[in-house]
């Protein structure tokens, strides 16, 4: 099992820039792929990015491709993500997520049933 404590959230005017921290104690983080996920309120919690155990492979929603970039410092337990040209629609509480296999997969997992930690969430709001 991996905790999660994410930061770096707040309020941001559009086309604004974030990073968010997600900070990981336990033995099999290295092995994980991570992931981000969002959820706006009303609305079911989406993918964001994935990233592999070594950090070679991300893979994006579409929403935020061009825009985010997800990495971790695997001698830091640390994921970050990087949103650039933030949008309104943007706004939502931002979850790091570890995968329930910890097998230094590939990392292309978008299924939130693929997650088995999860973090508190960092809230991201973006004014217009």
């Known amino acids: 099992q991996v905790q999660l404590v994410e930061s770096g959230g707040g309020l941001v005017q559009a086309g604004g820039s974030l990073r968010l921290s997600c900070a990981a104690s336990?033995?099999?983080?290295?092995?994980?792929?991570m992931g981000w996920f969002r959820q706006a309120p009303g609305k079911e919690r989406e993918f964001v990015a994935t990233?592999?155990?070594?950090?070679?492979?991300?893979y994006y929603a579409d929403s935020v491709k061009g825009r985010a970039t997800i990495s971790r410092d695997n001698a830091k337990n640390t994921v970050y993500l990087q949103m650039n040209s933030l949008k309104p629609e943007d706004t939502a509480v931002y979850y790091c997520?570890?995968?329930?296999?910890?097998?230094?997969?590939?990392?292309?997992?978008?299924?939130?049933?693929?997650?088995?930690?999860w973090g508190q969430g960092t809230q991201v709001t973006v004014s217009s």
């Open positions: 336990g033995r099999t983080f290295s092995r994980c792929t």
């Open positions: 997520a570890a995968d329930r296999y910890a097998n230094y997969g590939l990392g292309d997992l978008r299924d939130r049933a693929d997650f088995g930690s």
């Open positions: 990233i592999s155990w070594s950090g070679g492979s991300t």
